[in-house]
């Protein structure tokens, strides 16, 4: 039986691609997205002195500050909205033996829960809104330049 006084940890792949569910997500999308995130470093305290960590993708979620932690998960759920609907799958058969997997699919409404998940956190913190139909072109008809007004 685990020492129930040991703490769960979460690491920042973990806690990343937990988010997305199934949807494969490459390791270079996860730095750009802790990138984006200003996630790359963070702050700790050893004997009354701050120091300056580099995050890995096994650093611990928490030592990550809550703005870090949820801009880097819009940016990854921004991201991901941005996915193609479906990967292909890789299938291998021989006789009566049949195998599938690499596939995904991304529903359009899934798509559209995550940009509202994307748009709610960089709201949160005051950033520009990537998803918000509050901005655009406004048409003002055609005009006759020899017609008088």
């Known amino acids: 039986m685990a020492d129930e006084t040991q703490k769960m940890t979460i690491t920042v792949r973990e806690y990343l691609t937990g988010a997305v569910g199934n949807i494969p997500v490459a390791d270079s999308t996860l730095k750009t997205c802790l990138y984006r995130g200003n996630a790359l470093t963070y702050e700790t305290e050893e ?72 748009d709610e956190l960089f709201a949160k913190w005051g950033e520009p809104l990537l998803f918000s139909d509050s901005w655009g072109f406004v048409g003002r008809g055609i005009r006759n330049p020899r017609k008088r007004i």
Do not use: C, N, P
């Open 47 to 118: 004997e009354g002195e701050k120091k300056t960590e580099y995050t890995t993708f096994d650093t611990d979620i928490d030592l990550l500050s809550e703005k870090q932690r949820d801009l880097s998960l819009a940016w990854m759920y921004a991201t991901v909205a941005g996915y193609s609907a479906q990967s292909g799958s890789v299938t291998d058969k021989d006789a009566d033996w049949e195998h599938s997997e690499g596939s995904f699919r991304i529903t359009d409404k899934l798509r559209e829960l995550y940009k509202k998940y994307a």
